[in-house]
């Protein structure tokens, strides 16, 4: 057991100075490295944060990451990947709020630092629950468009990835026809169908379509590297959305281009390139909560589409993680209570939270 006197000054121990992802392993697990606010502005802008622990990061004036063991884990595997074979799929799961979403911004970074062009969706049902606006698609019979989240996704895309793909010179392999008066020739630089859609929301499902093809093409033929991360990937496979049609009639998840767009990413039918999501009972309905698992969750579609891949749990804090965090309220003065430096007071932390972060997190909230 981790010892603390009650007048013991807290140590930057929990800390780390590699804030490189790609080279934390085991050595760092349970310490905290820094994310510049640059490196913040391009991977999060779009979203990848939860609500929570992007309020908290601006409240205590910086962004700082635990290193974790499913991040390490993962990060591992990357780093030994044969890129020449199928892409792998891994799926991380745990209690809702146990760091998932968090444990993927960590991957996020590695791959941006990795120069992976990323694919992110950072957070699936808001495009099941709370969708701006469906329409029915024009090219896709029996299919729905998200004009304005397509827009949102091409714009969080360009701002992850924009001097990247300005380097890597990726082009068109075909023309894609909008309309009589508008299309993109073959062999157009793929900023211009992002531009087309950023501009044109009529079109943007489509052109989200078209740029997921390209860059599947793109890795396949080596001309780049890909990361795809989705947050609640579940949700695709929910058994309802709020998007309704005309006649009042539930229009599934599958049912929308996006889905299909990001299902045909997610096969392991192309390689140089990697596949991590999560999986979160608060992707589902709230009748279908009962377990984290993998196999659940993603319910038999689902699972047959992933299998097979690789899980990884993200379990509650471990004690080296929980006195980490609790370090790291101290120093940034957020837990200002003199017995968060006792060994009885952090006792108490650990059992009314059960080692659980979001508790955890709301636990020592001053409001």
């Known amino acids: 057991m981790i010892r603390f006197s009650p007048t013991e000054t807290i140590t930057n121990t929990f800390r780390t100075n590699e804030l490189d992802p790609i080279n934390h392993r085991k050595d760092h697990d349970g310490r905290f490295y820094s994310i510049s606010q640059s490196v913040k502005k391009q991977l999060f802008s779009g979203g990848g944060l939860p609500k929570e622990y992007k309020e908290l990061s601006e409240t205590l004036n910086g962004l700082s990451i635990m290193v974790r063991k499913p991040a390490i884990e993962l990060i591992t595997y990357l780093n030994k990947t044969n890129f020449d074979a199928p892409v792998?799929?891994?799926?991380?799961?745990?209690?809702?709020?146990?760091?998932?979403?968090?444990?993927?911004?960590?991957?996020?970074?590695?791959?941006?630092?990795?120069?992976?062009?990323?694919?992110?969706?950072?957070?699936?049902?808001?495009?099941?629950?709370?969708?701006?606006?469906?329409?029915?698609?024009?090219?896709?019979?029996?299919?729905?468009?998200?004009?304005?989240?397509?827009?949102?996704?091409l714009r969080h895309f360009s701002t992850q990835n924009g001097p990247l793909m300005q380097k890597l010179e990726l082009k068109t392999t075909e023309t894609y026809t909008w309309s009589k008066r508008e299309m993109t020739a073959v062999g157009s630089p793929l900023?211009?169908?992002?531009?087309?859609?950023?501009?044109?929301?009529?079109?943007?499902?489509?052109?989200?379509?078209?740029?997921?093809?390209?860059?599947?093409?793109?890795?396949?033929?080596?001309?780049?590297?890909?990361?795809?991360?989705?947050?609640?990937?579940?949700?695709?496979?929910?058994?309802?959305?709020?998007?309704?049609?005309?006649?009042?009639?539930?229009?599934?998840?599958?049912?929308?281009?996006?889905?299909?767009?990001?299902?045909?990413?997610?096969?392991?039918?192309?390689?140089?390139?990697?596949?991590?999501?999560?999986?979160?009972?608060?992707?589902?309905?709230?009748?279908?909560?009962?377990?984290?698992?993998?196999?659940?969750?993603?319910?038999?579609?689902?699972?047959?589409?992933?299998?097979?891949?690789?899980?990884i749990e993200v379990p509650n804090y471990s004690e080296k993680e929980f006195h980490s965090q609790i370090d790291y309220y101290v120093e940034r003065n957020w837990l200002q209570q003199p017995k968060a430096r006792t060994e009885r007071g952090r006792a108490e932390l650990s059992f009314t939270s059960g080692n659980h972060p979001l508790s955890l997190m709301k636990l020592v909230a001053p409001y």
């Open 88 to 153: 792998n799929r891994y799926v991380l799961y745990g209690k809702t709020g146990s760091g998932k979403s968090v444990s993927l911004a960590h991957i996020l970074h590695y791959g941006s630092n990795a120069g992976m062009v990323l694919v992110h969706v950072p957070w699936v049902p808001n495009w099941v629950r709370f969708p701006k606006g469906c329409t029915p698609s024009v090219i896709h019979p029996n299919k729905y468009d998200h004009p304005i989240e397509s827009v949102e996704w």
């Open 191 to 311: 900023s211009e169908l992002i531009d087309l859609g950023m501009n044109r929301a009529k079109h943007a499902t489509d052109c989200v379509t078209a740029l997921l093809c390209e860059l599947k093409k793109a890795a396949l033929s080596k001309r780049c590297r890909v990361l795809v991360v989705i947050d609640g990937f579940n949700s695709f496979f929910s058994p309802k959305s709020r998007v309704r049609r005309e006649d009042k009639s539930i229009v599934l998840p599958t049912e929308f281009v996006l889905t299909d767009a990001f299902l045909s990413l997610t096969r392991n039918d192309w390689n140089n390139g990697a596949i991590v999501v999560s999986v979160d009972a608060s992707a589902h309905p709230s009748e279908l909560r009962e377990s984290p698992l993998p196999r659940y969750q993603l319910g038999k579609q689902g699972f047959e589409h992933l299998d097979p891949f690789i899980p």
